[in-house]
């Protein structure tokens, strides 16, 4: 295993929570409508773009291009306003000494999220550098749950896919990894996240030797 391939909302910081909230905050202040909590798994790990198309699909309003740029504009200057409180203290538990292990082992980490915002939150978290490479969301075709994220997360520190593991949190995130050829590694519960190789409950139970040797089994028994 030379590299991993981090998700960030969810799996880093809890910070997918203040997505949704912008997104509420949005339609009720553009469309006096409320926003369901159930719609939430909809909108988690994937693009600003797509998060908006589910949530209007949902809601059956249609709006001109202009329009749907402008709200996403708006909602990422929401997100970004609650962001402003992150510290290091938000890191969700067990995640820093993750990193410092897959450090202590010359794993390279590489960052594979839908958020433009990936590197103005890792400087808040101050794990910005923690991180060898983050990958440029803008810069792939398609959002998850195509691989294109982790193929470019992959692909910034060297690796190949098969020689890395993916963390995700999300049914589109551990789609991806999969379609990618990496080793998905899923945090959440198993109805939602069955399709992951490996799965652990929160973030605190995240533990680096069974990891590895979790990738190792799957690769020998895939020879």
């Given at each position: 295993?030379?590299?991993?391939?981090?998700?960030?909302?969810?799996?880093?910081?809890?910070?997918?929570?203040?997505?949704?909230?912008?997104?509420?905050?949005?339609?009720?202040?553009?469309?006096?409508?409320?926003?369901?909590?159930?719609?939430?798994?909809?909108?988690?790990?994937?693009?600003?773009?797509?998060?908006?198309?589910?949530?209007?699909?949902?809601?059956?309003?249609?709006?001109?291009?202009?329009?749907?740029?402008?709200?996403?504009?708006?909602?990422?200057?929401?997100?970004?306003?609650?962001?402003?409180?992150?510290?290091?203290?938000?890191?969700?538990?067990?995640?820093?000494?993750?990193?410092?292990?897959?450090?202590?082992?010359?794993?390279?980490?590489?960052?594979?999220?839908?958020?433009?915002?990936?590197?103005?939150?890792?400087?808040?978290?101050?794990?910005n550098s923690a991180f060898d490479a983050i990958a440029d969301p803008s810069k792939v075709v398609a959002?998850?749950?195509?691989?294109d994220i982790f193929l470019a997360a992959a692909s910034a520190i060297n690796v190949e896919p098969k020689?890395?593991?993916?963390?995700?949190?999300?049914?589109?995130?551990?789609?991806?990894?999969?379609?990618?050829?990496?080793?998905?590694?899923?945090?959440?519960?198993?109805?939602?996240?069955?399709?992951?190789?490996?799965?652990?409950?929160?973030?605190?139970?995240?533990?680096?030797?069974?990891?590895?040797?979790?990738?190792?089994?799957?690769?020998?028994?895939?020879?």
């Amino acid at each position: 295993m030379k590299g991993v391939l981090f998700d960030l909302d969810g799996v880093i910081a809890d910070t997918a929570v203040y997505h949704f909230q912008a997104w509420r905050k949005l339609i009720k202040d553009h469309f006096n409508r409320e926003l369901p909590a159930a719609l939430e798994k909809q909108t988690k790990g994937v693009s600003r773009n797509d998060s908006l198309t589910a949530i209007l699909a949902y809601l059956d309003i249609k709006v001109s291009d202009a329009a749907f740029q402008k709200m996403t504009d708006e909602k990422n200057k929401v997100f970004r306003e609650l962001l402003a409180s992150l510290t290091p203290q938000n890191i969700l538990p067990g995640i820093s000494d993750l990193i410092a292990q897959f450090k202590e082992h010359d794993v390279k980490l590489s960052l594979a999220s839908a958020s433009l915002n990936g590197p103005y939150i890792l400087e808040k978290l101050q794990l910005n550098s923690a991180f060898d490479a983050i990958a440029d969301p803008s810069k792939v075709v398609a959002g998850k749950p195509a691989p294109d994220i982790f193929l470019a997360a992959a692909s910034a520190i060297n690796v190949e896919p098969k020689e890395c593991v993916g963390i995700e949190d999300s049914i589109a995130g551990i789609k991806a990894i999969n379609s990618a050829g990496a080793f998905s590694v899923g945090v959440g519960n198993k109805s939602d996240l069955n399709q992951a190789k490996l799965l652990f409950p929160n973030t605190s139970y995240l533990n680096y030797q069974q990891i590895v040797q979790a990738w190792q089994n799957f690769n020998q028994n895939s020879n």
